[in-house]
């Protein structure tokens, strides 16, 4: 499992040095130079799905789902992992499908919620600390699913549905919450980025509509 992770790890610094771009955004168009990365999710894919099916049979320790060693892969496994995963679903989808309610995969919520009870625990016996740098990757594994859908949303404000503001102004409130918090990792501000996009055009939009 870790020479995989740390395939999907070159993967995404090559993204960023040779294209520019990020590689959420890469991999979303899946050119024959991303069939490399892609055979590893699938592996991984395969891997935490056995884990989970396993723990789920109760064949594995009655505390495995709180040990360190384990929450902390299945987190760096769903922070680094996942993007792609939804960068694939959106790449595929016709425009209309929603990651977030249609389509994230079940080990990626069982692994949230192993590290959101850990969380817990932690919390209630000390402050967790404050970063001091940005993380170097977004702590929402789900990022990215945000954004697309931000990205509809914003489409579908210019075509008059004005419900979708309120969507757009939370969706706001969000990254800039996470962004001062150093939650958010640096190429989702690369020139070029879904977000970049969604949040030029959004800029224009307020623009164009202030009073």
């Known amino acids: 499992m870790q020479s995989h992770m740390a395939e999907i790890e070159w993967y995404k610094e090559r993204c960023e040095k040779n294209g520019g771009i990020g590689y959420y955004d890469t991999f979303k168009v899946l050119d024959k130079k991303d069939i490399r990365a ?26 495995f789902q709180s040990q360190n060693k384990w929450i902390n892969a299945g987190t760096a496994y769903r922070r680094l992992v996942e993007p792609l995963d939804i960068a694939h679903y959106y790449g595929m989808s016709k425009g209309t499908e929603n990651y977030l309610s249609d389509g994230r995969p079940n080990r990626y919520k069982v692994l949230q919620e192993w590290m959101e009870a850990k969380e817990k625990t932690r919390s209630s016996r000390s402050s967790r600390s404050q970063r001091t740098k940005p993380a170097s990757l977004t702590e929402d594994s789900c990022f990215w699913a945000y954004v697309e859908e931000a990205c509809k ?48 055009e959004w800029e224009k939009y307020k623009r164009d509509h202030s009073p």
Do not use: C
């Open 153 to 200: 949303d914003l489409e579908n404000l210019k075509q008059g549905q004005h419900q979708s503001l309120q969507n757009l102004e939370n969706f706001e409130k969000y990254v800039t919450t996470m962004n001062k918090a150093l939650k958010i990792s640096p190429d989702v501000f690369l020139k070029g980025s879904s977000y970049m996009t969604w949040w030029e």
């Open 38 to 63: 892609d055979r590893y999710r699938i592996k991984l894919a395969g891997f935490w799905d056995d884990i989970i099916e396993m723990w789920q049979k109760h064949e594995l320790p009655g505390d």
